[in-house]
């Protein structure tokens, strides 16, 4: 079955620097999130999209912005990097409406911030 | 708002030996309740979810949980652990089945020792 994919897995980038993160949700799904999870740390909830509207914001800083495109794929931008910024970041999908879907999670896209 | 405790941060156990990972929860409404592994550098992945119905929810490799509402607890329990068990643990917390944050514990490592 298809799963969640992101790009790129793997990122480094100096500090003051931009990034781009990309998710691309189970297809069918209409709904993705995405959390940071810091070293040794629980994921915690950034942002969350359904059909390409913002649905819920968490603990997302306002250097970072996201947003989700016509295809359901979501794109989060990082800028002004600052080294605290370095973690995994899990984009996760979800089918509205459903009874019995629930979130699945993508690879991650570990971002290093030197 | 919700909360989740994850009552131990590691566990250690021998190989074939019981092992139960506890896990209790707040919450002012109604949740829904899943238990998530994360092996060394690799993404979460869903082992097992509580919705409704029966309170014992069998989940994969050979996991299950079962989910107590008078005590605030979703404990995981596998009767037999192998090696290959060995990683990182979420219990979280969702409002929704398909359209709300997780709010995740801070996760238990689960060490099997041959």
């Known amino acids: 079955a298809a799963g969640v994919i992101q790009s790129p897995r793997h990122l480094i980038k100096e500090k003051r620097e931009t990034a781009t993160l990309k998710c691309y949700p189970i297809?069918?799904?209409?709904?993705v999130y995405w959390y940071q999870q810091g070293p040794g740390q629980d994921p915690q909830f950034l942002i969350s999209?359904?059909?390409?509207?913002?649905?819920d914001k968490g603990s997302i800083p306002d250097r970072f912005s996201a947003q989700q495109f016509s295809d359901y794929h979501s794109e989060l931008n990082m800028s002004s990097l600052e080294l605290g910024d370095s973690a995994l970041y899990f984009c996760?999908?979800?089918?509205?409406?459903?009874?019995?879907?629930?979130?699945?999670f993508g690879p991650g896209t570990r971002l290093t911030v030197l | 708002a919700q909360s989740v405790t994850q009552l131990d941060s590691q566990v250690p156990v021998f190989e074939e030996a019981p092992v139960e990972l506890r896990c209790n929860y707040s919450?002012?409404?109604?949740?829904?309740l899943f238990w998530y592994v994360q092996y060394p550098n690799q993404g979460l992945q869903l082992l097992l979810k509580?919705?409704?119905?029966?309170?014992l929810v069998k989940g994969i490799n050979g996991f299950e949980a079962e989910f107590n509402k008078s005590q605030t607890s979703f404990h995981l329990r596998k009767p037999s652990v192998h090696i290959s068990d060995t990683a990182e643990y979420f219990c979280a917390v969702s409002r929704s089945v398909s359209n709300y944050k997780l709010t995740f514990g801070k996760g238990t490592l689960l060490t099997v020792n041959p």
């Open positions: 297809p069918r799904h209409d709904t």
């Open positions: 509580y919705l409704s119905g029966s309170t």
């Open positions: 999209f359904y059909e390409k509207m913002q649905s």
């Open positions: 919450s002012s409404v109604s949740v829904y």
């Open positions: 996760a999908s979800s089918k509205q409406g459903a009874t019995t879907d629930t979130q699945y």
